[in-house]
């Protein structure tokens, strides 16, 4: 039957080769009018290079599967075509099911198809096959289904219902308990990254050490350090019982020449003028290095009908559920409650917040939901409150407490909230915004709303006011007596160092300004340092006075209520998610408020301190014991690619704070969702980047996007974007930072707020995506911004177009490293 079935294979290699042929011209005819469509097939050519040069290939471009399916797919099919045929002749009569991991294109999905349609066409009954495609690409696997698969049943019809198959990114859930007695993992190329080999290993190992599956395929390219990692696992498999086998390229089945597929590389190469589409295909792959690990045991490890693979994930998919999302060891001790103050940092991603709910769970089951237990938990963002309250509602248990929203001025329920356990006359949990805490807990009176501008002109009018007093007419000093600088100064230094206004000013002239640096110079005593000090004594009076609205001067009002002792909250814990916008005066405020410090959890990243920059610092009370570190690492809901390419970035930022304990350089995590590497777009000016995002957007909306999220705030690139018809808004990062969006769009030409923070800002922005990040730069993009576009990882970047790439290093300038000196 072998020999037959061998033999009918071999009369088909015509029919595939044109089969592939077909699907390529039809993608070619349905894409060819796109505006990148030459500039990225060559691209994607380019980079197909990536694996015979010993680096990675991304597989995020839109065109990357039309490239591979030309080049590669014929090899993984001739590849795994033997293989498959032993293991279906084995197993006939028999339900097949094979879990591809890093499925591609669907090269197995096809050697079975191969197989099952020549059993029938050779009159026997082949097995029920059951196909899981299995890939982080949804460009790969989207061009099997759309236009691969539909190629092969036009040629193959003898596939029918007994030969089902599946197309997953990312991971796989069994929903209709699928029962199995023949599984097969097969890992195609899933060990191909170049970092976090060993990561995907444990995980992979842990998978089938999980269901034990009779078969094993691996299979990776024939790089030496590639081939030597498969080694390392063949020994451990060994040790587990498996028996090895190599898959030998003698093996091969099909040898003769790819017509159909070279005659349209040829076309192509000559018609896009694209050199690398002019080399021509073969059946034969000299990659690839494979192994076959097998239970050499007869019984079958799924007996049919009790056994089931419930779900199967190449990576971590992202988190839906709180309650089922698996905290890893380090997460695990950075939750337990020590009852010593905690301080828990990490990247961006790497599970901050979902720490902080876990430590909650852990000390209200620990205190068996005392009625007598009262927790804060509080940060900057209000959406992150929201956040946090719907997580422990996952996560504590449902009959024993009860949930109350604030309402706001309309009346309707806010983010901020109350948890109240059984017989408990308090709340037990609250839930609260950092700028609600003046008013909410402290009776301090609001006002109305805070109105930026109208501090900017008040510190305007009083700039010039000092001008005249003290009869300056140049320039001199405008790199201080401006309202940015008067602004922030305020906020952290009269405030955030707990200098004050009464009685402050030899405090002021003296004080060693904590991460302030000495751009502008502000030498102590000096004459720059009293006009300031000038300024910024009328900007508080004139505040407190006319009872001008500012978040800063509603802390100030708490700090002095506390401090007074005429407010007294006496809370059992508090917790601070992004703690790394706190001043050492917020700091003070939270240890007036506890009743022992010891009980005090902060989390964050010095890395994202947008308000404060290198200002920032933890800390401690004289109270405390010894603080305990927690330092997670890996981004696990930030792409890897991302990761990658921002990795010089988060580096800079660590330098420039020096040793500080509060940042952490981010590690690209392979077990991250899918996502791509962040995509430039150049447009002269923003209309023409909104019809570029378009573009942009059709193509990767294949990840499920639903909309774009622009920062920092630009109007009139939304509305440009919106008349496109895509769904789109705008925030600034101050507003977001701690939650994350699907698709961010980081507008370069916007001025910062803060420019001396222009490193945590756009790490901090750039860092809010979970799945694909536009760079989009114009003739606008702002100076500021040029060194950071220097610091992204060239090769993790995609260019969408031609006119980008060759406008983008114009935007780039080298950093030189720095630190951030306190004055003297």
């Known amino acids: 039957m072998k020999n037959q079935l061998t033999d009918w294979l071999k009369s088909e290699q015509q029919n595939i080769d044109k089969a592939i042929a077909s699907a390529g011209i039809k993608y070619y005819n349905e894409h060819k009018n796109e505006p990148n469509f030459q500039y990225d097939l060559k691209k994607c050519h380019i980079e197909s290079y990536n694996l015979i040069r010993g680096k990675d290939l991304c597989y995020d471009r839109p065109n990357t599967a039309f490239a591979y399916s030309l080049w590669y797919h014929p090899r993984r099919i001739n590849t795994f075509l033997s293989f498959f045929l ?8 028999q339900h097949i099911e094979v879990f591809d991991l890093g499925a591609g294109a669907g090269a197995i999905q096809w050697g079975l198809g191969l197989i099952y349609a020549g059993l029938k066409r050779l009159g026997k009954n082949p097995p029920r ?53 023949n599984p097969i993992l097969a890992a195609s190329y899933l060990f191909d990254a170049s970092d976090n080999k060993a990561e995907i290993a444990n995980d992979f190992k842990s998978l089938v050490n999980k269901y034990k599956p009779n078969t094993v395929l691996l299979l990776t390219s024939s790089q030496p ?34 017509t159909h597929i070279n005659k349209i590389r040829t076309a192509l190469g000559t018609n896009l003028n694209i050199s690398e589409l002019q080399r021509g295909s073969s059946w034969t792959d000299r990659s690839h290095s494979g192994l076959v690990l097998k239970k050499p045991q007869s019984e079958i490890t799924f007996t049919f009908g009790t056994k089931s693979i419930g779900s199967l994930d190449i990576y971590n998919p ?36 979902i720490v902080i709910t876990e430590k909650i769970k852990n000390i209200v089951e620990e205190s068996n939901y005392s009625p007598d237990l009262k927790i804060l938990v509080t940060t900057f963002n209000k959406g992150l409150i929201g956040k946090l309250a719907e997580w422990l509602k996952d996560l504590l248990d449902p009959t024993k407490y009860s949930i109350r929203y604030d309402t706001n001025f309309h009346g309707f329920n ?80 009269i405030y955030g160092l707990q200098v004050g206004i009464t009685k402050g000013e030899e405090t002021y002239l003296n004080l060693t300004r ?97 308000h404060l920059g290198t200002a920032a610092r933890i800390p401690r009370d004289e109270r405390m014991t010894r603080r305990q570190f927690y330092r997670l690492d890996g981004s696990y809901r930030l792409p890897v690619r991302i990761s990658e390419c921002i990795k010089q970035l988060s580096t800079a930022i660590v330098e420039r704070f020096g040793n500080d304990e509060g940042v952490t350089d981010i590690t690209p995590y392979k077990g991250s969702p899918p996502g791509s590497r962040p995509i430039v777009v150049y447009g002269e000016t923003y209309i023409e980047v909104a019809e570029k995002v378009k573009e942009v957007f059709k193509h990767y909306k294949i990840y499920d996007l639903e909309r774009v ?26 507003s977001l930072k701690g939650l994350e969006k699907e698709c961010v769009l980081w507008s370069t030409r916007i001025p910062l707020e803060f420019e001396k923070e222009v490193f945590e800002f756009a790490y901090t922005i750039v860092t809010r995506t979970s799945c694909i990040l536009i760079v989009a730069i114009t003739d606008k993009t702002q100076n500021v911004y040029k060194k950071i576009l220097g610091l992204l990882n060239s090769e993790r970047l995609i260019m969408w177009d031609r006119e980008t790439e060759q406008k983008f290093a114009t935007f780039c300038e080298e950093y030189e490293p720095e630190t951030i000196e306190d004055e003297d």
Not at 136 to 163: A, Q, R
Not at 227 to 253: A, C, H, M, P, W
Not at 319 to 344: C, D, G, M, W, Y
């Open 129 to 181: 096959i059951t196909v899981i495609n299995i890939d982080t690409s949804p460009f790969m696997l989207n061009y099997n289904k759309e236009y691969l698969w539909k190629e092969f049943l036009k040629v193959y019809p003898e596939i029918d219902n007994n030969f089902i198959v599946e197309y997953e990114v990312n991971s796989w859930n069994n929903e209709r308990d699928l029962k199995t007695s």
């Open 86 to 93: 032993d293991k279906v002749l084995e197993h006939q009569g």
């Open 318 to 353: 992202p988190i839906t559920v709180r309650r089922e999302v698996t905290l890893n060891e380090k997460q695990k001790r950075a939750a337990k409650n020590t009852e010593t103050p905690s301080i828990i940092v990490g990247p961006a991603g790497c599970g901050k917040s």
């Open 514 to 610: 904590k991460g302030r640096g000495n751009n502008p110079s502000l030498q102590k005593n000096s004459e720059r340092r009293k006009l300031a000090w000038k300024c910024l004594t009328e900007y508080a009076q004139r505040m407190h006075n006319e009872g001008i609205q500012s978040f800063t001067l509603r802390r100030q009002y708490l700090y002095s209520k506390l401090k007074s002792g005429e407010v007294k909250p006496n809370y059992d814990y508090i917790l601070v998610d992004e703690f790394q916008d706190c001043t050492e005066a917020d700091f003070e405020i939270f240890y007036s408020m506890i009743k022992d410090p010891n009980n005090f959890t902060i989390a964050g990243d010095l890395a994202q301190s947008i």
């Open 225 to 258: 350090e590639k081939v030597q990692f498969l080694k390392e696992l063949e020994r451990e498999f060994k040790q587990q019982g498996y028996d090895t086998f190599n898959v030998l390229e003698s093996n091969l089945i099909f040898n003769q020449p790819l």
């Open 709 to 734: 999220t622009i920062l920092e705030k630009d109007v009139e690139l939304q509305r440009e974007i919106v008349k496109k018809g895509l769904i789109a808004e705008t925030d600034t990062i101050l």
């Open 414 to 493: 806010d983010k901020s909230s109350h948890f109240t356990f059984k017989n408990s006359s308090h709340t037990n949990i609250r839930l609260l915004h950092f700028d609600m805490l003046p008013k909410l807990l402290g009776g301090v009176r609001y006002r109305g709303l805070v109105n930026h501008e109208q501090h900017f002109s008040l510190l305007r009018e009083i700039i010039e006011k000092v001008k005249r007093e003290e009869k300056i007419n140049n320039d001199r000093f405008d790199n201080i007596l401006n309202p940015d600088f008067l602004f922030e100064e305020y906020h952290r230094v």
